[in-house]
């Protein structure tokens, strides 16, 4: 034999030794790569594809060029929704029914349940790269950390939130602000860095390291923006000052017309009264308008700065040629904030320069009012101001650009969806834990017909705020109060309480709830300690 025809004989041998391996590679890279976007305490309205003056070209453009699903919903708050978007249940079958203080029962322990799953550990089993940088707060034992849930290289804030500037106690209650780099606790006291941009920056450099690779990646960007203590950049916040000078109650009227024209919301959905406790801005004195107006400057700028940094990380996907093939999800957390950190005793108080690293403040239940345009009440509460998200999703030539989806989405469809793409089944067991069923299914049908009829009915309960809705019928009730009924067809906005009208309906709606709550574990919140 000569020494041609030996070289190719040993070339074909070791393609037939490599062979599966390259296909599992090709076929690997063949997935989508995956990323997801949660902001945090971030309004229905505060994007501009969304009804928002502020400025988000970035997210602007991915809703132009994608989808925005207009009747899409959270789990009304910070652990919750996280809960339910990692692993496609509803948070109290994750074992985040609040927060992450265990409150003694499997629904209420406050860290992942050991019969949950997240997506980063099924898409790891599909060889994704998994990647999580931002706003963890699904649970502070180890078995609930995001180095042992899945993910690959990780940087995550642990617990409630933290300053943008430094990572010193926001509160005097012995709480502190734990962050961790793939598991190992570390501080950021460095003040040269804001957070946006350190949770950005760990995201591109994780991308960066896997660019040669051929595997696909799954990236959950978490940002904190943004959740109080309400502190931007100067740069960022001289952009907005003395533009909200007009107020609270001019921008919810323009909110609400730009919202109309953009088809997000139907005219017949009258905008809801301005919050009861919120004064009528014409009624403040010029001091005090100045002193709202900066607060709703620095709230905007965290915003403007968020997408800027999503920005840099699409740069980045594109930079490493993958953007071609990567999906793109965002999704807000909850409704905008009425937290009134000024008012609580166990929040430290800083009163310094505003906006900066030395005062902690929070933009308040007026402005965030107008943040939830045209709904009404807030992050907490399961009326729609509390539980109303925007839902941007992009991924060239899969979903058709600049369509508006009126379906019914929440946020346990997301797991499913990206299951779904990656061609991953979610299965039965998992380290050998029976795993509970998925509460959501996959979104992927609205890609390419947004109008796909996704039949489904929503249960939400939160610290007492309680909620149903099946197909255009919502019943709600905040803590110790009576049922609310509501045709979200003619009236999302709800306005007008059909309660004592169709009083079968709301015994109908209740049967449904009280069977979905004894399920997944709701306790009378004034029974838990």
């Given at each position: 034999?000569?020494?041609?025809?030996?070289?190719?004989?040993?070339?074909?041998?070791?393609?037939?030794?490599?062979?599966?391996?390259?296909?599992?590679?090709?076929?690997?890279?063949?997935?989508?790569?995956?990323?997801?976007?949660?902001?945090?305490?971030?309004?229905?309205?505060?994007?501009?594809?969304?009804?928002?003056?502020?400025?988000?070209?970035?997210?602007?453009?991915?809703?132009?060029?994608?989808?925005?699903?207009?009747?899409?919903?959270?789990?009304?708050?910070?652990?919750?929704?996280?809960?339910?978007?990692?692993?496609?249940?509803?948070?109290?079958?994750?074992?985040?029914?609040?927060?992450?203080?265990?409150?003694?029962?499997?629904?209420?322990?406050?860290?992942?349940?050991?019969?949950?799953?997240?997506?980063?550990?099924?898409?790891?089993?599909?060889?994704?790269?998994?990647?999580?940088?931002?706003?963890?707060?699904?649970?502070?034992?180890?078995?609930?950390?995001?180095?042992?849930?899945?993910?690959?290289?990780?940087?995550?804030?642990?617990?409630?939130?933290?300053?943008?500037?430094?990572?010193?106690?926001?509160?005097?209650?012995?709480?502190?602000?734990?962050?961790?780099?793939?598991?190992?606790?570390?501080?950021?006291?460095?003040?040269?860095?804001?957070?946006?941009?350190?949770?950005?920056?760990?995201?591109?450099?994780?991308?960066?390291?896997?660019?040669?690779?051929?595997?696909?990646?799954?990236?959950?960007?978490?940002?904190?923006?943004?959740?109080?203590?309400?502190?931007?950049?100067?740069?960022?916040?001289?952009?907005?000052?003395?533009?909200?000078?007009?107020?609270?109650?001019?921008?919810?009227?323009?909110?609400?017309?730009?919202?109309?024209?953009?088809?997000?919301?139907?005219?017949?959905?009258?905008?809801?009264?301005?919050?009861?406790?919120?004064?009528?801005?014409?009624?403040?004195?010029?001091?005090?308008?100045?002193?709202?107006?900066?607060?709703?400057?620095?709230?905007?700028?965290?915003?403007?700065?968020?997408?800027?940094?999503?920005?840099?990380?699409?740069?980045?996907?594109?930079?490493?040629?993958?953007?071609?093939?990567?999906?793109?999800?965002?999704v807000s957390d909850n409704g905008g904030s009425?937290?009134?950190?000024?008012?609580?005793?166990?929040?430290?108080?800083?009163?310094?320069?505003?906006?900066?690293?030395?005062?902690?403040?929070?933009?308040?239940?007026?402005?965030?009012?107008?943040?939830?345009?045209?709904?009404?009440?807030?992050?907490?509460?399961?009326?729609?101001?509390?539980?109303?998200?925007?839902?941007?999703?992009?991924?060239?030539?899969?979903?058709?650009?600049?369509?508006?989806?009126?379906?019914?989405?929440?946020?346990?469809?997301?797991?499913?969806?990206?299951?779904?793409?990656?061609?991953?089944?979610?299965?039965?067991?998992?380290?050998?834990?029976?795993?509970?069923?998925?509460?959501?299914?996959?979104?992927?049908?609205?890609?390419?017909?947004?109008?796909?009829?996704?039949?489904?009915?929503?249960?939400?309960?939160?610290?007492g705020s309680r909620a149903v809705r099946k197909?255009?019928?919502?019943?709600?009730?905040?803590?110790?109060?009576?049922?609310?009924?509501?045709?979200?067809?003619?009236?999302?906005?709800?306005?007008?309480?059909?309660?004592?009208?169709?009083?079968?309906?709301?015994?109908?709606?209740?049967?449904?709830?009280?069977?979905?709550?004894?399920?997944?574990?709701?306790?009378?919140?004034?029974?838990?300690?």
């Amino acid at each position: 034999m000569n020494k041609k025809a030996s070289f190719w004989i040993g070339i074909a041998g070791a393609l037939a030794v490599f062979a599966p391996a390259l296909a599992l590679a090709q076929k690997a890279s063949e997935k989508p790569n995956i990323v997801l976007i949660l902001a945090d305490d971030m309004g229905f309205s505060d994007l501009g594809s969304f009804g928002s003056e502020i400025h988000t070209p970035h997210l602007d453009r991915l809703a132009q060029e994608g989808l925005r699903i207009t009747q899409f919903y959270n789990s009304g708050r910070c652990c919750p929704s996280r809960a339910a978007l990692l692993t496609g249940l509803y948070p109290h079958e994750a074992g985040v029914g609040d927060m992450v203080q265990d409150k003694g029962t499997p629904a209420y322990q406050g860290y992942l349940s050991k019969n949950s799953v997240t997506i980063a550990q099924l898409l790891k089993t599909a060889g994704y790269n998994t990647i999580a940088s931002g706003k963890w707060h699904v649970g502070l034992v180890p078995s609930a950390w995001a180095v042992n849930r899945g993910f690959d290289q990780s940087f995550t804030l642990q617990n409630n939130g933290s300053g943008y500037f430094n990572s010193e106690a926001l509160y005097n209650d012995g709480r502190k602000v734990t962050f961790q780099l793939n598991g190992r606790e570390i501080q950021r006291y460095d003040t040269s860095r804001y957070l946006t941009q350190a949770i950005t920056d760990f995201a591109v450099q994780s991308i960066d390291r896997i660019k040669g690779q051929p595997n696909p990646f799954f990236l959950y960007l978490a940002y904190n923006a943004p959740h109080w203590p309400i502190q931007a950049l100067p740069e960022d916040i001289a952009r907005y000052k003395g533009k909200y000078l007009q107020g609270w109650d001019a921008l919810r009227e323009a909110r609400y017309r730009k919202l109309v024209s953009l088809g997000i919301i139907q005219k017949e959905w009258k905008l809801s009264p301005r919050y009861e406790k919120a004064p009528e801005w014409n009624a403040l004195p010029e001091a005090e308008k100045d002193k709202w107006d900066a607060r709703m400057a620095i709230y905007a700028a965290m915003i403007d700065r968020m997408d800027q940094c999503i920005g840099q990380v699409l740069d980045k996907v594109k930079a490493i040629g993958r953007d071609r093939n990567t999906l793109v999800i965002f999704v807000s957390d909850n409704g905008g904030s009425g937290d009134t950190v000024r008012e609580w005793d166990y929040v430290t108080q800083k009163t310094g320069e505003p906006g900066s690293a030395h005062s902690i403040d929070s933009y308040d239940p007026p402005w965030g009012n107008a943040s939830n345009t045209p709904f009404k009440l807030f992050k907490k509460n399961t009326h729609e101001g509390g539980i109303a998200s925007p839902f941007i999703a992009w991924f060239p030539g899969k979903i058709r650009a600049n369509t508006l989806s009126t379906q019914v989405g929440h946020i346990t469809d997301i797991m499913p969806t990206m299951l779904d793409l990656a061609g991953v089944r979610y299965p039965e067991t998992f380290a050998n834990e029976k795993l509970t069923p998925l509460a959501g299914s996959s979104l992927s049908p609205l890609f390419q017909n947004p109008q796909a009829t996704q039949s489904k009915t929503l249960f939400w309960e939160h610290e007492g705020s309680r909620a149903v809705r099946k197909s255009d019928w919502k019943l709600v009730a905040e803590i110790g109060q009576p049922w609310e009924l509501y045709d979200l067809k003619t009236d999302r906005s709800e306005n007008h309480n059909l309660a004592n009208r169709y009083p079968a309906k709301v015994k109908e709606l209740e049967k449904e709830y009280l069977e979905w709550a004894a399920k997944v574990g709701v306790v009378d919140w004034n029974t838990i300690k």
